[in-house]
């Protein structure tokens, strides 16, 4: 049981809450709580290191949760490439209060007509660092109490470190049709320029012998209205890009392989998007708000305190839904709703390594 449910933790840990799905700026932020990931029993002086790769394509293009195949059908689709790679490191301060951080990278690609004058596509590029991320947790349960199960609370600050104002070359939107540097559209700026405060929990449960239930929750609450980039799009309120919360919810099954040690599959559903209106602060400037429900199997193996996962979200729902500056543009005579493109599927590997202080636990020794 006690090789079953580390794997599950380190599982959980190598596996991030990594968001980004398309024109949705649904960003690579992952929870404080699971983003190293701790034994439900952790002792003092725990480390976790971990680091997770992801991968996606988006290019369906939607309008509410209506697919506009003839985007793909006529080649004036929008299309994204993101990679993303998550550095991330755990401290386990007490048998309850654990410390961690994580440094994001990414390197993204979007393919366009409508940005280059309409005339041929091109790409746009940005790459680099992307917002830091630093918080605690706290385990509710500790000792024989953890046993079964335990629940996770945490808070942490997203850092404005990521470049939101990332440019590139625009073709044919100068004078007499000659190119201009100009910022990258917001589904692939870096960083959102807020400073940010992020709302997290986790948890796992035994339900019988190698299968486990478990849940992460991650609010990012984002005050700051707009960050001063322009978006160069017709409406004047769109102008400036907003500086958008994010939410995320994953919660389902773990099942542990007796026969073999160390492997285990996963089988949850997924929730994660971006809001119409911010919880704190004004909703101002350009954002494309909208959600992406998806089932989400996983597969992982653990060799020693290493564990491997690989997790392939498949989208169920998309939904662009309406902005503010859609319901306020429009009239009677002029509906407005903007569309987004979103990806059929996220890859996500991790690789997290735990480093314990091998003390007693009720598991035995670690």
């Not at 996606?56 to 993303?84: A, D, L, Y």
């Not at 004047?236 to 040690?261: C, T």
């Not at 954002?287 to 564990?307: C, K």
């Not at 903007?338 to 390594?353: M, P, Q, S």
Request: proline content about 4%; charged content about 20%.
């Amino acid at each position: 049981m006690k090789k079953i449910l580390v794997t599950l933790i380190l599982a959980l840990a190598g596996h991030q809450l990594s968001f980004s799905q398309g024109c949705v700026a649904i960003r690579q932020f992952s929870g404080i709580g699971n983003a190293v990931g701790q034994l439900n029993v952790q002792s003092k002086g725990d480390w976790n290191l971990s680091t997770n790769y992801r991968y996606f394509k988006s290019f369906r293009h939607f309008r509410g949760t209506h697919e506009e195949p003839e985007r793909v059908e006529q080649g004036t689709e929008v299309i994204n490439w993101s990679h993303g790679v998550d550095f991330n490191i755990s401290y386990a301060l007490t048998e309850r209060l654990y410390a961690v951080a994580s440094v994001p990278f990414a390197y993204n690609e979007r393919s366009s007509l409508y940005e280059h004058g309409r005339q041929s596509r091109h790409l746009s590029y940005s790459g680099g660092l992307a917002d830091v991320r630093v918080g605690a947790g706290y385990w509710l349960l500790s000792g024989q109490r953890a046993v079964r199960g335990n629940l996770a609370l945490g808070i942490g600050f997203k850092l404005p470190t990521g470049n939101y104002n990332a440019k590139s070359t625009f073709y044919n939107v100068g004078p007499n049709g000659t190119s201009l540097i100009r910022p990258v559209d917001q589904s692939i700026q870096l960083g959102d320029g807020g400073f940010g405060i992020t709302l997290e929990s986790q948890g796992l449960k035994e339900f019988k012998s190698s299968l486990f239930g478990y849940y992460n929750a991650f609010y990012l609450l984002n005050p700051r209205n707009t960050n001063g980039t322009q978006t160069f799009r017709a409406r004047q309120s769109e102008a400036i890009m907003s500086v958008p919360d994010q939410f995320a919810l994953r919660a389902g099954v773990f099942f542990g392989i007796k026969k073999i040690h160390g492997l285990g599959f996963s089988l949850g559903g997924r929730l994660e998007g971006v809001p119409v209106r911010d919880l704190i602060g004004e909703s101002g400037g350009f954002r494309r708000p909208g959600y992406v429900i998806s089932v989400e199997p996983g597969i992982s193996y653990m060799l020693g305190n290493i564990t491997a996962t690989l997790n392939v979200p498949v989208a169920l729902v998309r939904n662009r839904t309406r902005s503010l500056t859609d319901i306020a543009d429009s009239t009677p005579d002029n509906f407005r709703h903007g569309d987004a493109a979103f990806a059929d599927y996220l890859i996500n590997f991790g690789v997290a390594w735990r480093i314990s202080k091998k003390v007693e636990s009720p598991f035995g020794t670690l």
